[in-house]
């Protein structure tokens, strides 16, 4: 079991950055693959980032690519969301989440298992 906790979030202007973190309790956080996703009014909640328990592989959907990194901090418990050249429509609630790894890096949010509150973000004109 992981409690999740995001942080983060705020308003920016176009082309400015924001960092988010996500703070994970409980055991065996190192065997988890972690992601990043969103969601908008009326929208389904989509993936945009994802990183596997060791860190060293990762998968950016396309509009974050260039523009969004995703690390993880195993010995603090943490992953973070880093996103620079923000636009509007990046305007969303973000999601963290989790889900035990099966050595491949998981994608589909179906088989995320733990979610944190969301945190949002707001990017101005």
């Known amino acids: 079991q992981l409690q999740l906790v995001e942080s983060g979030g705020g308003t920016a202007q176009t082309g400015g950055s924001l960092r988010l973190s996500c703070v994970a309790s409980?055991?065996?956080?190192?065997?988890?693959?972690m992601a990043w996703f969103r969601q908008t009014p009326g929208k389904e909640r989509e993936l945009v980032a994802a990183?596997?328990?060791?860190?060293?592989?990762?998968h950016y959907a396309d509009a974050a690519e260039g523009r969004f990194t995703v690390s993880r901090d195993n010995k603090k418990n943490t992953q973070y969301h880093q996103m620079n050249g923000l636009k509007p429509k990046d305007t969303a609630i973000y999601y963290c989440?989790?889900?035990?790894?099966?050595?491949?890096?998981?994608?589909?949010?179906?088989?995320?298992?733990?979610w944190g509150q969301g945190t949002e973000v707001t990017v101005s004109t």
């Open positions: 989440a989790a889900t035990w790894t099966t050595g491949n890096l998981t994608l589909a949010l179906s088989r995320y298992s733990f």
């Open positions: 409980g055991r065996d956080f190192k065997m988890y693959d």
């Open positions: 990183i596997a328990w060791s860190g060293y592989d990762t």
